[in-house]
C-alpha cells in the first residue's frame, strides 16, 4: 500500500508560478513511478506529467510541455511539479498518483492523493 498526500496548491495569477508537492509513505517509494493527473470542472481527470523510478525518465502531456516540470527526491519520498508560466486553463484538482508500471501510470495507477487545489485567475 502507498499512501499520497499532496500539498501546495492555491490562488495564482496568469503567469505565476506553483510547487506542488506528494509525500508518499513506505519504504520502496524509488520502486514506483510517479505521476500528476488534474481534473479541471465539468471535465475528467487528465494526464499532466509522469517520472520513473529512478527519475531519468520523463513525460508530460502537450498542454504543459515547456511550462510544468516533474521531479522526485527518493530520499525523501517526494515528487514535486514545478508549475510556471500558468494559464487559467490550467485551473483544476491536481492529483498525485503511483504505479510500479510506467506505462500502467499514464493510463490506470494504482494509487492517487486526495488532491490538491490550483486556481489561476486571469
Known amino acids: 500500500q502507498v499512501q499520497l498526500v499532496e500539498s501546495g496548491g492555491g490562488l495564482v495569477q496568469a503567469g505565476g508560478s506553483l510547487r506542488l508537492s506528494c509525500a508518499a509513505s513506505?519504504?520502496?517509494?524509488?520502486?514506483?513511478?510517479m505521476g500528476w493527473f488534474r481534473q479541471a470542472p465539468g471535465k475528467e481527470r487528465e494526464f499532466v506529467a509522469v517520472?520513473?523510478?529512478?527519475?531519468?525518465?520523463?513525460y508530460y502531456a502537450d498542454s504543459v510541455k515547456g511550462r510544468f516540470t516533474i521531479s522526485r527526491d527518493n530520499a525523501k519520498n517526494t515528487v514535486y511539479l514545478q508549475m510556471n508560466s500558468l494559464k487559467p486553463e490550467d485551473t483544476a484538482v491536481y492529483y498525485c498518483?503511483?504505479?510500479?508500471?510506467?506505462?500502467?501510470?499514464?493510463?490506470?495507477?494504482?494509487?492517487w492523493g486526495q488532491g490538491t487545489q490550483v486556481t489561476v485567475s486571469s
Open positions: 517520472i520513473s523510478g529512478s527519475g531519468r525518465i520523463t
Open positions: 513506505g519504504r520502496t517509494f524509488s520502486s514506483y513511478a
Open positions: 498518483a503511483a504505479d510500479n508500471s510506467f506505462v500502467l501510470l499514464r493510463s490506470a495507477p494504482a494509487y
